[in-house]
């Protein structure tokens, strides 16, 4: 991508969704709407200058068009982050960081009169589109439901799980969600989730899916996290016979791509 195909955006509101995990609300002038016109599961890149370096990061939008959010995204660190913490340091209000506009194609076509389940597995960061697509989904299909499966080190590292609360909230049982936990099972989350100790493993995907779709005539599938979580879960759906063209996958692993100076 060039650098002019990047725009200067002010960051309007950041915060700390866990301890390693940032959020940052974007300010589109009105001139750039059309320009970030986005769909639920779409992502950004970032244009940064990281040790003398220009590179782009893709970053998947957290909000929802739908429910008439602002432009969001949310950058995770692990312990081994060469990128991201210096890319979080950015996430301030005031602070102008250039942005292409959204692409990709992890989206699920919405229909108003469509009444199914739609079924998202995300581990980690990987929760950053389907919460998009969740509240899409939920807010623009109003006879639909939705499972969120979950899986995370901790109940401290659970992203977004204020948003979950919230949207279960407005939602009810329209939204059921099961979180596990390498860590063990924490009651803090069980106000609106079902909380599982240990790793999702294949035999959890489906046991999860066979229950959920039981009660529903179709069902879409979108997968968000590290490669190894998407294999397994994408070769337990089809040991279960869940058709491909309803599997959607988005792979977070990328290196970061050199690009001009702007
Ligand atoms: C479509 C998409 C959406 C994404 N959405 C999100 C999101 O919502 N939230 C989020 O937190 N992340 C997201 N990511 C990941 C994000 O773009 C970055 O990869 C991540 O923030 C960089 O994090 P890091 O510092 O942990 O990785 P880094 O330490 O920068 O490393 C990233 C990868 O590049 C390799 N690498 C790093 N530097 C070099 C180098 N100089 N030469 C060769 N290899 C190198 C590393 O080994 C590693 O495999 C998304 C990625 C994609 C592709």
Redesign the pocket.
Known sequence: MSSSAYHPLVIERAWDTTPR?RVAEFRVPDHLRQTFVHRAGQ?VALHVELDGVWQE????L?SSPEAGQPLT??????D??????F?QSLLQPGTTILVSPPQ?S?TIDLHPESSRCVALFAAG?GI??LLAIATSVLVAEPLSTVELFYANVSAADTMFADELRRLHGEHGERLRVVILLEEGADATLADFAEVRGGRLAATDVMELVERHRSGNKTAEYALCGPPGFLEMVNAALGIIAVPAEHIHI???????RPTPTP
């Open positions: 995990a992502y990061h893709a970053f998947s957290c995204i949310a950058v995770k660190r692990s081994t982050s060469r990128s991201a913490p890319i990709g992890f960061s950053t589109p988005e792979s977070f692993s990328s290196t970061p």
